[in-house]
């Protein structure tokens, strides 16, 4: 049965996992995240699951990896500094081939920064976050309702190609509250014939580990590694398109800078600017298919950030720099206005006019 209840967003992804199967959750508190582990500490011990707040984040991503090798749905959540924390950890899951669900509530940074809200981990996420050569599914939910909706399917994703998946949120997608519609989730089986579930004489061992000491092997280990995470690629893009089809000028945003935008937009349409948006829904694989569609008829990118520009790395990959990609951001703590964002659209539609 669905129901739709008012909720934050850091209560909606912790309901979603449970509905999604999670029994096991891991975590230490920290702002603008905290809620989660609240939520599971109140809601697990109901249920039949687990929760622990560990003594570190450390502990908590080892102890995500524990549960991950025996074949369960796991999850662990926290901010910034924290996820750096769990950094080594989640190497070790990619390098385990290990199925996790990780929540990164974004604040301030670098360094302990502040507790207001950022986007300013792309970078960690979208190449890696720890050390090696992997790569992690990126979710970047724009509401509270894909807050809970984007959990499930992070869970989905991670099982099927046994890799870890991240929800990169912001502390205000996490505080803020919004109606959330909620309902039964029909929990997938996937082939778990490796996890270590004890043999019983039954089957030859499992086993799960990241040390691989002969080169060659390693080599191997990693082409398989990447040919998945092609498949991820060629399979798993998600993004909206909004105004797309006349547009002059494609404003790239994700998360709570994707909702701004988006009034900014609406009032640019109003005053007869032919602009529209793409929100990359999953940050990594990255839509580099529609933004490159996009640069034959756009002659101007913005791309709207709470960082120094991180993304637009990935948007000029993307478009083969074929256009230029501008900057409208704030940092530190502080969210683009629409006003910020409106300048800056009728700035590029003066600047497509004079070329």
Not at 99 to 127: E, H, M
Request: proline residues 5%; charged residues 20%.
């Amino acid at each position: 049965m669905s129901e739709k209840v008012l909720m934050k967003g850091n209560e909606a992804i912790a309901e979603a996992a449970i509905r999604a199967g999670c029994r096991h959750y891991f975590g230490y508190p920290i702002t603008p995240q905290t809620e989660v582990a609240a939520y599971m500490a109140k809601r697990m011990p109901k249920i039949g699951g687990c929760f622990l707040q560990a003594e570190s984040e450390i502990a908590a991503i080892n102890m995500v990896y524990g549960v991950a090798g025996a074949g369960k749905r796991v999850m662990t959540s926290s901010s910034s500094p924290g996820i750096s924390l769990k950094s080594e950890g989640l190497s070790y899951l990619a390098g385990s081939d290990l199925p996790a669900f990780v929540v990164n509530v974004q604040r301030g940074g670098p360094g302990l920064g502040g507790i207001q809200p950022s986007q300013s981990d792309y970078f960690q996420a979208t190449k890696g976050g720890g050390h090696g050569d992997y790569k992690m599914i990126v979710l970047a939910p724009a509401s509270v309702q894909e807050m809970a909706s984007l959990t499930i399917k992070g869970f989905d994703l991670a099982d099927k190609y046994r890799m870890t998946a991240m929800i990169l949120a912001d502390g205000t997608m996490g505080q803020m509250m919004e109606p959330v519609e909620l309902g039964d989730v029909e929990v997938k089986e996937y082939d778990k014939s490796w996890a270590v579930t004890g043999t019983k004489c039954a089957r030859p061992h499992n086993i799960v580990n990241s040390l691989s000491l002969v080169p060659e092997e390693l080599e191997q280990l990693n082409f398989a590694r990447y040919e998945r995470y092609k498949a991820v690629e060629e399979n798993e893009v998600m993004y909206e398109s909004y105004l797309m089809d006349d547009a002059e000028i494609c404003v790239v945003a994700f998360g709570i800078s994707a909702r701004v935008s988006k009034n900014a937009i609406n009032e640019a349409r109003k005053n007869g600017i032919k602009v529209g948006m793409i929100r990359p829904i999953t940050l990594w694989p990255f839509p580099k298919a529609p933004l490159l569609a996009a640069a034959e008829h756009c002659h101007t990118f913005l791309s709207v950030e709470m960082n120094m520009g991180q993304m637009i790395e990935d948007i000029e990959l993307a478009i083969r720099c074929k256009r230029p990609v501008q900057l409208v951001n704030r940092v530190g703590g502080m969210i683009p206005s629409p006003e910020q964002v409106l300048q800056a659209i009728e700035e590029a539609d003066k600047g497509g006019k004079a070329s």
